[in-house]
Each structure stands twice: as C-alpha cells, then as structure tokens.
C-alpha cells in the first residue's frame, strides 16, 4: 500500500457515406449512463466473473450496505506471475475498503452538522473520505473481476472495438502498459458513454480524477500493493503478469452490457 492509501485509509476509524463503420455496429444503441455510480451495479450484475453475490437493493434500516465479494478462487488459481500470497494480501486490503465504506455510511447518519466548513468540519472529512473507500472498493471488485483468465488476445465485439480505437489490440496492449507504468494509483479503460467510444484514463488515487460517463470494462491496479510482494519494485514484471492473467470474456460482458443504459448525453433521463 502507498504511503497516500495508508495515510488517507488510516485516518478513518472510519467507450462516410453511406456505410456504418464497425464502432457504430459495435456500438449502436449503446447509450450512456450519467455517471459511473449509477452503471457500476448494472455493469457488475452482468460481468461478475469471480464474485458473491452483493446487495441489490438499498440497505435495510440498521444494514449495511456493502458486502465484500469472494474472490478467493482467484489464490488458489495458480496464476502465473501473481503469487497466492500477492493476491491474499491484495484481498484483505480490498475488505478494508469494503469495511471502512460502512463504518462512513454509518457515521454519515449521525454526522454533526452544526459547524460544516471547507477547510475542515467531521462532515467534510466523512464526504470526502467515503469517496475514497467506496472507489477503493468498487474498482478493486473490477479489477478482481477481470483477473484469472488466459490473457492473449480478444476477439469478438472487443477486439474489434479495440482496433476501432487503437489501430490493432497489440497496439493497445502497448498504450495499457505504459499507462500502468506512468499512472500512480489506477488504469481505467472504458466505454465512454458520452462519446460513445472506447477511452482510457488515469487515476492517482480512488477519487482523484475518476472518469464520469465511462462503463469500466477493463480496471488495472497499479499501486504498489498490487505487486510488491512478487516484484519489489519491479512494475513491468507485474504489468507482463497482468496481461497474462486478463480475462477477456469479462471484458466481453461489461462491453455487452453498455447496450442496456440509458443514454449519457441526456442527463434528464
């Protein structure tokens, strides 16, 4: 874990005339969500590959509403390149943030509002450091999600979206790991629902710079709890491990189910 995520997690007791290109095949009627809040649910019910089940419906008074999902297969999967004990260790800082997004909805019920300031007030610490957890939790279920799978090469809707995008998946693959290399906390690659392409962003840290109107299809961990106890240091050695482990038909799914929400570009929806 970074010293950010220890310092930040700590402190809380708490996508030409008269021809259809292959993107508008791929993509036709792939209409957009208003934020990704409000696509995660949809997208997970869809895509969770490796995965318990989670609470659909809101939390029951006195409930909470997040429940960590199982992915414990993914330790005794015998990954290439991603040790048991690097995938244990990443799994319980994973329930962490599950933990800790509840004790914040909790603490929420029962904030003080007397004196909200900017600088400082309980309440702001509380709004901004759930933020925190629950895009901790929610973009390590999608990276654990895309994991344990055979690598190589999409095909199929995603292959061709890539290759819309990037020119060719081996380029893309390419574009991926020297994003993982330059990024500190998060690569996101997603369907960019407002533009109704593929798109790729960077994230520092859960909440900092988190795309709105983008389905994640593939999430990649770059922090470096996600590969210290197998590479030290070493992130391209993690990044080939990565690849080798990717699952393409989660991708696959995610990508599917960008076709079932309703359009980005019409926020009164």
Known sequence: MSSNEKELV????????GVITRREVLMMGAVAATSIASVNAAVAATSAAAS????AAPAAAGKDPYTAKDFSALVSKNMEGLSPSQIEQHLKLYKGYVTKSNEIYNQLKTADL?????????LRELLVEQSFAVNGMVYHE???GNLGGTGGDP?????????ERYGSTGKFMDFL????KCMRGWVVVGYNTRGNHIDTFGLDMHNMWSPQNVVPLLVLDVYEHAYMVDYGIDRAKYLDAFAKNLDWQVVAKRLAATKKLVSGADTTV
Request: proline share 5%; hydrophobic share 30%; charged share 15%.
């Open 52 to 55: 318990s089940s989670v609470a």
């Open 142 to 144: 999608f990276y654990f």
């Open 10 to 17: 700590g402190n809380f007791e708490l996508t030409k005339q």
């Open 155 to 163: 095909s199929g809707d995603v292959k061709a979206a890539l290759e």
């Open 114 to 122: 007397t004196n909200p300031n900017a600088t400082y007030s309980p």
């Open 177 to 180: 790991k020297a994003s993982g």
